[in-house]
């Protein structure tokens, strides 16, 4: 069966090289934004939604911790993607010709030395291999993109210097989210809980509702916070080594969701092999 999947971005982009990593057979949907990548998902117009959530740089990906835990869906898979960035110009364009620079937002952090040795401005755009393209349709000679090794080919632009990110181990880390997915069997192998929760308001909220996983022996490799609308109250984001089958895990949970206002399981799924080497 061939799935389908949608990202935000652009043919080209980091997100549309996760997709074909993590499923080589499929047919791609590419999405302006988050919200409508989770959205196609939600309308049935495709199996997939994959989205990046944190880089080993730049830090967490705006949006997409706050539009999981309502969207619905559920995590089924994480990827490691090693991210590489080419300075790319229209054809006959120098070096020393480059006045700007556009990318992505995350982009430009992740290749901020080359940015700040030539003195560039830089221009934010809603995706990389876009400002691949905007720079190739665009009518100033003086503007470069920072765009994935493929934006070149695609959009016709000559590379000027390849891997220009700022630390050679740069990674992103993406998801793969579905709707309605079958429970994941506890079979021994190594994997990942996704929690969402909202502490109460009261004094060591925080302290009591994590100290279970202290106390029981389970490690938190990442956990993230946020205020709610009311202000009243923090809401937070868990990855979780363990299944909820586990013993350990499962009492953790018990004295979570007991010390919490509320709390979602986001998903249960397997660990990545690359989580290791970051």
Known sequence: MVLTIAYQGEPGSNSAAA???????SVQIPCETFTEALDTVKRGQA???VIPVDNSIAGRVADV???LPSSGLTITQEHFLPIHFDLMVRPGVALDDVRSVRSHVHALAQCRNIINAHDWKAIVTHDTAGAAREVAQGGDATEAALA????AGLYDLTVLKSGVEDN???TTR?????????PVAHTGQKMITTIFFEVRNIPSSLYKALGGFASNGVNLTKIESYQNSSFTATEFYVDAEGHPEDPHV???LEELRFFSSQMKMLGVYPASPSRLKH
């Open 47 to 49: 199996d997939v939604a």
């Open 250 to 252: 499962a009492l953790a």
């Open 65 to 67: 911790h706050h539009l």
């Open 148 to 151: 994935p090794p493929a934006a």
């Open 19 to 25: 997709c074909t990593e993590m499923y080589t057979e």
């Open 168 to 170: 050679p181990d740069n």
């Open 174 to 182: 993406f998801l793969a989210v579905t709707g309605n997915p079958p």
